[in-house]
Structure formats: C-alpha cells, structure tokens
C-alpha cells in the first residue's frame, strides 16, 4: 500500500496568483497523477507526473495552466497558475505501486482550493 | 475513451437494508472494474474490484457482479451501516489504471437512513 500527503490541505487565494500544491508518498511508486474534483462532482485526470520528465496531459489541461513537476519517484508538485475563480476545486493526487495491470490506485486527502 | 455512466445518483436506504448500484461503460476492450468508496473530506479509496475474467465477487458485506455482454457491472452492499454513507464511484478500465490513470463514473451518494 502507499499513504500519500498533501499540502496544503486548503487554501484561499486571490485570482491572478499562483499555488503549488506537494504531494509527497510514502514508499516508491511508479506511477503518479492528478485529478480535479468540482465540489460535488466526480474526479476528472488533469495529468501523469512522469519522472525527469515533462508530465502528459489530459485533453483540456494544458502545462501553461497546470505546470507539474516530479523530481524521484515520491514526490510530485501540481501548480495552479494564474488563477480565477473557475479553478475553485479539491485537486487530488494519485499513485500506484506498479505499472501493471489491475492495480490499486492511492488518493491523497486533496486540496481544496477557493479563488476569489 | 471510456464512457460511463453511474445510476442512482443518491440513495438512500434504511440501516440494515441493501444497497445496489450500477455502473455502464462503452469500452468492450475494459477489463478491470474497481470501486471507490469516497467520505468527506478524504480521498477516494478502493473497496472492491474485479476481473473481466469473473463474473462475480465478495469481501464480507460488499460483492461486485459483472456483464460483460452488456457492458455493465454492480455494488452491492447488505445488511447496509451508517458508516457505509459515503459517495461511490465505479472506474472501469483497461489494465487497471495503474499506468493510465482513471476515468471515473459521476458518483452515487449513499445515504444510510437510521
């Protein structure tokens, strides 16, 4: 198994600025990605963290908007850039312990963010 | 890509009773069906899941069945607990999302009336 943790675990901030929100994981895993969950909507893939290298994007997230790093195998950062209040939402931070198939995935408690 | 799609939205049953929810999906080519159990203010977590290759399993009071040919797989959950109130989601997927990522269905709110 794997115990994922997020900071911050909420925050408010003022549209136009920017947040980085760390992920850091327990133990090594090889994979690792980032949803968005609107309040009281489902999880949507914003992107995979790959390691050393720049993350894959789900179709309507861009790297401009949503720059996301992952220096060694536990640890990844999602950043909100430039932000408004349509980015006000739990960011959610995943992994899973191996790149085969029917593999359990990880969730961190989530971020949730308010832009005003 | 996958689409799925959840029924109920909500439910809510008296403690005790059973709880059903079903989720369908387009993709032929999935073969892995998990479900995640989401409470407040944590993230989702994996309760049960199954193969495309069994029709049906079980883990105490919670039980997973499959369709294959009709693109769809089941919760189910007895002798129903107010600690069982949560939101639900099914992720069906090809191998399992380990290297892919998830596409998840919109969720059914569990509500566990005492």
């Known amino acids: 198994s794997a115990v994922i943790s997020q900071k911050p675990s909420r925050d408010i901030c003022q549209r136009g600025t920017s947040l980085t929100i760390q992920c850091q994981v327990d133990?090594?895993?090889?994979?690792m990605f980032w949803y968005r969950q609107q309040p009281g909507q489902s999880l949507t893939l914003i992107a995979t963290a790959n390691q050393g290298s720049e993350a894959t994007y789900e179709s309507g997230f861009v790297i401009d908007k949503f720059p996301i790093s992952r220096p060694n195998l536990t640890f990844s950062t999602l950043t909100v850039s430039n932000m408004s209040p349509e980015d006000s939402s739990i960011y959610l931070c995943?992994?899973?312990?191996?790149?085969?198939?029917?593999?359990?995935?990880?969730f961190g408690q989530g971020t949730r963010l308010t832009v005003v | 890509g996958e689409n799925v799609e959840q029924h109920p939205s909500t439910l809510s049953v008296q403690e005790g009773d059973s709880a059903v929810i079903k989720c369908t999906y387009s993709d032929s080519a999935s073969n892995y069906f998990p479900w995640y159990k989401q409470e407040l203010g944590k993230g989702p977590q994996l309760i049960i899941d199954i193969r495309s290759n069994v029709g049906e399993k079980k883990d105490q009071r919670i039980a997973v069945t499959l369709n294959k040919t009709a693109k769809h797989f089941s919760l189910h959950i007895t002798e129903t607990q107010p600690e069982d109130s949560a939101v639900y989601f099914c992720a069906p997927t090809f191998g399992g999302g380990g290297a892919d990522g998830l596409t998840f269905g919109k969720g059914t709110h569990l509500i566990i009336q005492p």
């Open positions: 133990s090594q895993v090889t994979m």
């Open positions: 995943s992994a899973t312990t191996s790149g085969g198939r029917n593999t359990e995935a990880f």
